[in-house]
């Protein structure tokens, strides 16, 4: 068989099945960016290879995927981190005109050029942990033109870097002032305005919102999923993060690919996304940034066979994390989930929360060579580092 490199000598996570499908003698092949064959050397069928890497016993696992961001908007949030530490609530904060309506005025006063300028830096530091597919949510314009300039940079980012970007249209994210509090009118531009424009425009692969009760009811969200289902687009639902309003069973009945925070998410909500297969993202940069004491219920998602993906919930408010390493070390700190559920929170669980499983997140025959190769001599030091980068190359379709 031929192909166009090979890399050999080499210990796999191949994230298959339900663990982490490691193999002790491995290889990989890859010929025009996709993987070839992805195992033991013994089983492997003859390859000729263009370019052989000897990875020295090294580590390889999947590229690593980082499924829910909000990595494009303007200025920061630093000084409300500083009311926070006085002793102010992030609803406290969100209902004074901080919060997510602060970064509305910086992203409606910034261009697409100053969008893409300021989230490179914080998309190269992902990239250069091995990430090698990102989502990227809009949500900071709330009207129009900025959530649709808020995409155009999130699609650019992909262009520019090495890196697979899927975007989701979070138009459903807080009320703009110029609502003047009326979320129902917003809900109806929401839906019936600005999802089918940037629809049109292909600018989404999913359409996302914040069920929650400084956001928006489940009623409200409804609508919007309606809107995107009419418009083919999969949905995603920022759920159960403050209180518990049913987030996850909304989520479920409409076949979400993901809900995500789920700090309160009740046994009924469990079983939903277990039925539906929708994926639960847990986010432990925002739950330790904000400082939350209610931890998502990861032993009853366990028991529902939900399947858990992590991520760092990058964004200028409750999570600027810009590392997919310490999120990992955040989950099983915090949330006790172990290290198979963090490898897997990272690739294929993560992978599957943005439906592209089918090409990304296991290393696979027929799906893209995006690989993360690690000075590491077992797996758990991926989640057990704090600080710390053991990536020794990152492989993004074959090169």
């Known amino acids: 068989m031929q192909c166009d490199r090979l890399w050999n000598n080499a210990r796999l996570a191949t994230l298959t099945g339900e663990g982490l499908g490691i193999v002790d003698d491995g290889i990989v092949a890859a010929r025009d960016g996709r993987i070839v064959y992805a195992?033991?050397?013994?089983?492997?069928?003859t390859l000729e290879a263009a370019e052989t890497m000897n990875c020295a016993g090294r580590w390889i696992t999947?590229?690593?995927?980082?499924?829910?961001?909000?990595?494009?908007?303007?200025?920061?949030?630093?000084?409300?981190?500083?009311?926070?530490?006085?002793?102010?609530?992030?609803?406290?904060?969100?209902?004074?005109?901080g919060g997510i309506v602060s970064t509305m005025r910086a992203t409606r006063a910034?261009?697409?050029?100053?969008?893409?300028?300021?989230?490179?830096?914080?998309?190269?530091?992902l990239i250069a942990e091995g990430v090698t597919t990102l989502e990227i949510k809009?949500?900071?314009?709330?009207?129009?033109?900025?959530?649709?300039?808020?995409?155009?940079?999130?699609?650019?980012i992909g262009e520019m870097r090495p890196l697979s970007v899927k975007t989701t249209f979070l138009g459903?994210?807080?009320?703009?002032?110029?609502?003047?509090?009326?979320?129902?009118?917003?809900?109806?531009?929401?839906?019936?305005?600005?999802?089918?424009?940037?629809?049109k425009a292909g600018l989404a692969d999913?359409?996302?919102?914040?069920?929650?009760?400084?956001?928006?009811?489940?009623?409200?969200?409804?609508?919007?999923?309606?809107?995107?289902?009419?418009?083919?687009?999969?949905?995603?639902?920022?759920?159960?993060?403050?209180?518990?309003?049913?987030?996850?069973?909304?989520a479920a009945h409409y076949g979400a690919l993901s809900a995500d925070h789920l700090e309160h998410v009740d046994e009924a909500g469990a079983k939903?996304?277990?039925?539906?297969?929708?994926?639960?993202?847990?986010?432990?940069?925002?739950?330790?940034?904000?400082?939350?004491?209610?931890?998502?219920?990861?032993?009853?998602?366990?028991?529902?066979?939900?399947?858990?993906?992590?991520?760092?919930?990058?964004?200028?408010?409750t999570s600027p994390l810009t590392s997919l390493l310490l999120a990992m070390n955040m989950g099983a700190t915090l949330f006790?989930?172990?290290?198979?559920?963090?490898?897997?929170?990272?690739?294929?669980?993560?992978?599957?929360?943005?439906?592209?499983?089918?090409?990304?997140?296991?290393?696979?025959?027929?799906?893209?060579?995006?690989?993360?190769i690690w000075n590491i001599e077992r797996p758990a030091e991926l989640v057990y580092r704090m600080g710390f980068n053991p990536l020794h190359e990152r492989v993004w379709r074959g090169k």
């Open 39 to 45: 195992g033991t050397a013994a089983n492997a069928p």
């Open 62 to 97: 999947p590229g690593l995927v980082d499924c829910h961001t909000h990595i494009v908007y303007g200025g920061n949030r630093a000084h409300e981190f500083e009311l926070r530490l006085a002793g102010a609530s992030y609803e406290e904060i969100a209902r004074a005109g």
């Open 110 to 125: 910034a261009t697409e050029d100053e969008l893409v300028a300021s989230a490179l830096p914080r998309v190269d530091a």
């Open 138 to 156: 809009s949500g900071y314009g709330l009207d129009m033109p900025t959530e649709m300039k808020s995409l155009r940079a999130a699609r650019r």
């Open 172 to 199: 459903a994210h807080a009320l703009p002032p110029e609502a003047k509090g009326d979320k129902d009118a917003y809900i109806g531009t929401v839906s019936d305005e600005m999802l089918p424009a940037v629809a």
């Open 206 to 250: 999913a359409v996302d919102g914040f069920c929650e009760g400084i956001a928006f009811t489940p009623e409200q969200i409804g609508r919007v999923f309606e809107a995107a289902k009419a418009h083919g687009l999969r949905v995603k639902l920022h759920a159960e993060q403050l209180s518990n309003l049913h987030g996850a069973s909304l």
């Open 272 to 317: 939903a996304l277990a039925t539906a297969g929708t994926v639960a993202v847990l986010l432990p940069g925002a739950f330790y940034f904000v400082r939350e004491t209610h931890k998502p219920p990861v032993e009853l998602l366990r028991q529902h066979g939900v399947k858990i993906a992590l991520a760092s919930d990058s964004n200028p408010g």
């Open 336 to 372: 006790r989930l172990t290290v198979d559920e963090c490898l897997a929170g990272v690739t294929r669980e993560a992978a599957r929360a943005l439906g592209c499983l089918d090409s990304v997140g296991t290393l696979e025959a027929g799906k893209w060579c995006d690989l993360a």
